[in-house]
């Protein structure tokens, strides 16, 4: 059975930082491209971050309103992939979810597994 399972949302200050984490299973992880998406209330859903399969040499692609504060990596061993979120301000606050797709893209459209969300707040 596939599953994304998200975890290490919180409660942030502004200016603070937060990694989620997010744990794949029931697939080859290294095959696949794992991106990040939020949505925050009364907002379409973003893409965030994402990164290329082991394969396309795990390459990462970022949105300009998250570029130099955010960080995805991914660790193999663990069939797991992380977004350190440094610098957060209020408007990152959303519903932050991890997607399984075969395209390298951040177009939600573009990917086939997500997982439950976790919520991320920034505020003082």
């Known amino acids: 059975q596939l599953e994304l399972v998200e975890s290490g949302g919180g409660l942030v200050q502004p200016g603070g930082s937060l990694r989620l984490s997010c744990a794949v299973s029931?697939?080859?992880?290294?095959?696949?491209?794992i991106g990040w998406f939020r949505q925050a209330p009364g907002k379409e859903r973003e893409g965030v971050s994402c990164?290329?399969?082991?394969?396309?040499?795990?390459?990462?692609y970022y949105a300009d309103s998250v570029k130099g504060r955010f960080t995805i990596s991914k660790d193999n061993v663990k069939n797991t992939v992380y977004l350190q979120m440094n610098s957060l301000k209020p408007e990152d606050t959303a519903v932050y979810y991890c997607?399984?797709?075969?395209?390298?893209?951040?177009?939600?459209?573009?990917?086939?597994?997500w997982g439950q969300g976790t919520q991320v707040t920034v505020s003082s």
């Open positions: 997607a399984a797709g075969r395209s390298v893209a951040l177009a939600d459209s573009a990917y086939d597994y």
């Open positions: 029931g697939f080859t992880f290294d095959v696949w491209t």
């Open positions: 990164i290329s399969s082991t394969m396309s040499d795990s390459k990462t």
